[in-house]
């Protein structure tokens, strides 16, 4: 049997490796035969952009490479499947289209969104009796996904906020004034990422004095309150908000395709208001794209666990599954040990996991010790990067 | 003989290894005995606050450390000596304090600012007969600095800066779409770190499409009309553009205690007059401080050759100079050489060297060949960091 393969949603360090798994683990396969990568997520499949992988990845070298690519060497989608019942037409095309190539498995590595195409793709197989399965494999910086303890790509972007939020930290602490810094970090409705910063504090810094995650109600009086306290205690203070977090005057907010919130600006607007109401000097910095492309200081482990999930994607296949997203779940922290399961995708489609309100201190503006005993494994081990003058190498297709 | 240093002006990645430079050679020189760090630039010998280098670095993992440790370890400030003949009281508390420590030089890293401080107290210092020598060491993220090939801490920030834009590249290449991504690049009114992405041309990477730089003359519709050609051409669109170029609009700017003015912004407002003029998918990046303290991706040629300066001034000092600037003259580009030499720190104070106008190119929205060849010895090879918990390790004093 052929295979197929699509990235989806918006890109991350480890998508690259997922898909490395895939192949690596296909290709060890006897069952299997040519692996396609079907450009721009699915629509690759409703266009006919499929390329042969067996022969546009021509060594380890090239997997290499690819690895310590960020981003989706295929292209991405933010394309939704409507309901098959409403309109099959999509799920026709690729259906023949996989009649017509021998392909018998599609890999979708992606987010919840994604899950629902999984979902639906293999519900609509079922229904029509074509043995083909679809199965998911997650990813996301935002790690917002059900029923996985964490999601690949999750801990490279955890380790480039934590690592750049540390450097801020010095950068800001050279002038002997009394000053605030607003870091804006992604995550959508979830503060996931944004409360990974506290792994600073496992390691001799106070730094972020003050994290703002969405699962909380943010109020303007509380942190102008929380921010002269630490000022009294430290002058220089770092402060963490996630992009998710609610300052008012939020009816001009747009929408994406999937109705998303586009969430960005709360940094600059949480500047504003301390400029007016505490005068002191104060700079907004979002972090922007660099948290999910900066693979140049990727997680060790996110990349070796983005790879082992994309290949147990391909096992899971080979036993007959179809319609589940593959999951990690924690065995034990320290020593950390995770094993590789599956779950429905259906259960986890459109559905968003928030960091845990347990791990939230009780002024709401920092978290606990537990988040730091959960955080730390994700952005262990640096990965060794290839550079060529002086700038890290990247794989195009 | 004591001796002391400082460290002043904005932070970067490297002022901590010219730090270093000093503070080795110092130790291996028979005819020094106490090395002093001053804390916040000479502000730290105005209130006393000098702090013995010889009990505070006890180790050589402390010295690797604070190499890899970004920003000024000594902290920093913006302090300005007044004119001796209008009010000499600060350099004479400078004197008494030197004289009473027994300290016979100073030194100090820092920018064209800093150059105005060691020109005006070496000269004090002649005209009151006292035998102090004060030495400058160049250091800005900048490379402004007149009479030096480069500056140290700019290879560190134009390899964060040329490996960013790589990725944000790969990023935005996912979705095929027409788009417009404008990446704000520190620099006040040189264009260097700007053009300095231009590395990426060497190596196969048509990003960036378009560099725009304060030395030359902005048009707004010479920009939109270069947008679309580019847009034609390669649908995704990386524009790099200098904090310094000027869009208009500038009655709101702001000045800093020297009369700099603050330049932020000017990516967001292309992207309101990209957005309005042409519709497409556009979104503007301000790196911001992260160009200045990213010593997780340090260059490594800048790194030695900030340690080497620091050294040399020492040595210098020790044949009897006094009020010069430490500079490097580039002998060759490849296979690439540099020397160590001295300028009068006079000729450097409160000048910009600019980017050379012959290497932009006619249409002014790019650079040409020459830079590239300037630019990619001073950010080649990769610093080894260390790491705990994920985290690169800092020290503080």
Chains 1, 2 share one sequence.
């Not at 074509?130 to 935002?142: E, L």
């Not at 309150?225 to 998710?244: P, Q, R, W, Y």
């Not at 301390?274 to 972090?287: A, N, P, Y």
């Not at 482990?301 to 082992?308: F, L, S, V």
Request: charged content about 25%; hydrophobic content about 40%; aromatic content about 8%.
């Amino acid at each position: 049997m052929d295979i197929a393969v699509a990235q989806s949603g918006g890109p991350t360090c480890a998508i690259n490796s997922s898909l490395m798994g895939v192949f690596k683990q296909a290709l060890k396969s006897a069952q299997i035969d040519k692996i396609y990568g079907s450009k721009n997520g699915i629509e690759g499949i409703l266009n006919n952009e499929l390329i042969c992988l067996n022969t546009a990845i021509s060594s380890e070298d090239d997997i290499r490479i690819i690895k310590q690519t960020p981003s989706s060497v295929l292209g991405s989608c933010r394309f939704k499947l409507p309901d098959f019942e409403i309109d099959s037409k999509p799920y026709e095309i690729v259906l023949k289209r996989f009649e017509e190539m021998g392909i018998g498995a599609f890999f979708y590595i992606g987010g919840n969104d994604s899950m629902d195409t999984v979902a639906k793709l293999s519900a609509y197989f079922k229904s029509v009796n074509a043995d083909i399965s679809v199965m998911g494999i997650p990813k996301t910086i935002d790690n917002d996904l059900c029923f996985t303890d964490h999601t690949p790509g999750f801990g490279s972007a955890a380790k480039f906020v934590a690592t750049t939020i540390k450097e801020i930290t010095r950068d800001n602490s050279v002038y002997f004034l009394d000053s605030v810094i607003i870091v804006e970090i992604m995550g959508r409705n979830a503060g996931w990422l944004a409360a990974s910063s506290c792994v600073l504090h496992s390691d001799d810094e106070v730094s972020p004095h003050l994290i703002y995650l969405p699962e909380c109600e943010f109020l303007v009086d509380e942190f102008i309150n929380d921010l002269k306290d630490e000022i009294a205690k430290h002058k220089t203070v770092i402060v963490v908000v996630s992009e998710g977090i609610s300052v008012g005057d939020t009816s001009s907010e747009k929408t994406d395709a999937f109705g998303h919130k586009d969430l960005a600006g709360v940094g600059k607007k949480l500047e504003n208001i301390v400029k007016q109401r505490l005068g002191c000097k104060v700079r907004s910095i979002e972090l922007n794209v660099l948290q999910r492309c900066s693979s140049h200081i990727a997680s060790k482990n996110d990349i070796e666990e983005a790879e082992e999930i994309g290949a147990a994607a391909v096992i899971s296949m080979l036993q007959g599954e179809t319609g589940k997203m593959m999951c990690f779940k924690r065995e034990a922290d320290s020593p950390y040990k995770i094993t590789i399961q599956s779950v429905d995708a259906a259960s986890v489609a459109n559905k968003e996991k928030l960091f845990p309100l347990e791990w939230i201190n009780e002024k709401q503006n920092n978290v606990k010790n537990e988040a730091i005993i959960y955080f730390t494994p994700l952005i262990s081990g640096e990965q060794e990067i290839e550079y060529k003058n002086g700038i890290p190498v990247h794989f195009k297709l």
